[in-house]
């Protein structure tokens, strides 16, 4: 168990639809990143938050968005789904001296129809 | 463009020693990981190089060169528990990971 906790597990949306994703982090990590893994993939960066602010961004268009809160936990918003955002979506916490080691919740599998 | 080569797919023996290889190029490099992910569960941290050399944790090592952009995890006395896919990543010059498309280990008995 890495103390990350995501929600929820799983996710049905239809097209054209938004949804959003939450995100705990482990206790005493202030950075979360977001990421996307497409089956047999390997995770895609999609953006970091550090401080609530945004830290760093992946090849993902505006319609992904994110939030993160005092508390560190944080939420991935995506708007005007599309069938190929089907994937399993990832948060990673750390802190940000050590980025390169990240805690990985279980992860949101999201199936856009 | 950034990229990490690593092969697809590695068999083994249970008890045998396996190595998977990982190449990058990448704007900037800040450092090499090493991720686990079994079948429907969560990438988990492996073993970090910043330092050209080997590090070992256990049944686990890591090596890095970075003169040649290289890097490889070692696995020793393989269990079947090894079974998994395994993914490199590297942090660039915005100290973002970019991770391999991952190498998946057949162990078998």
């Known amino acids: 168990e890495t103390g990350v906790t995501q929600s929820p597990t799983h996710l049905i949306k239809t097209r054209g639809q938004q949804v959003t994703l939450r995100c705990s982090s482990q206790s005493g990590h202030n950075t979360v990143s977001w990421y996307q893994q497409a089956l047999g993939q390997g995770p895609q960066f999609i953006f970091q938050y550090y401080r609530e602010e945004e830290n760093g961004r992946g090849n993902f268009p505006p319609r992904f968005s994110g939030l993160q809160f005092p508390n560190y936990s944080s939420e991935l918003n995506v708007n005007a789904l599309e069938l190929d955002d089907s994937a399993l979506y990832l948060c990673?916490?750390?802190?940000?001296?050590?980025?390169?080691?990240?805690?990985f919740g279980a992860g949101t599998r999201l199936s856009v129809l | 463009g950034q990229s990490l080569e690593q092969p697809s797919e590695v068999t083994a023996v249970e008890g045998a020693i396996v190595q998977i290889n990982c190449t990058y190029q990448t704007s900037g490099f800040y450092g090499l990981s090493w991720y686990q992910q079994h079948d429907g569960g969560a990438p988990t941290f492996l073993s970090y190089?910043?330092l050209d050399g080997l590090e070992e944790t256990g049944r686990f090592s890591s090596f890095l060169s970075r003169s040649d952009s290289y890097g490889y995890l070692l696995l020793q006395e393989l269990q079947m528990k090894d079974s998994a896919s395994y993914f490199c990543?590297?942090?660039?010059?915005?100290?973002?990971?970019?991770w391999g498309a991952g190498t998946k280990l057949i162990i078998k008995p």
């Open positions: 990673a916490s750390s802190t940000q001296q050590a980025k390169n080691i990240q805690y």
């Open positions: 990543a590297v942090q660039d010059s915005n100290y973002q990971l970019i």
């Open positions: 190089n910043g």
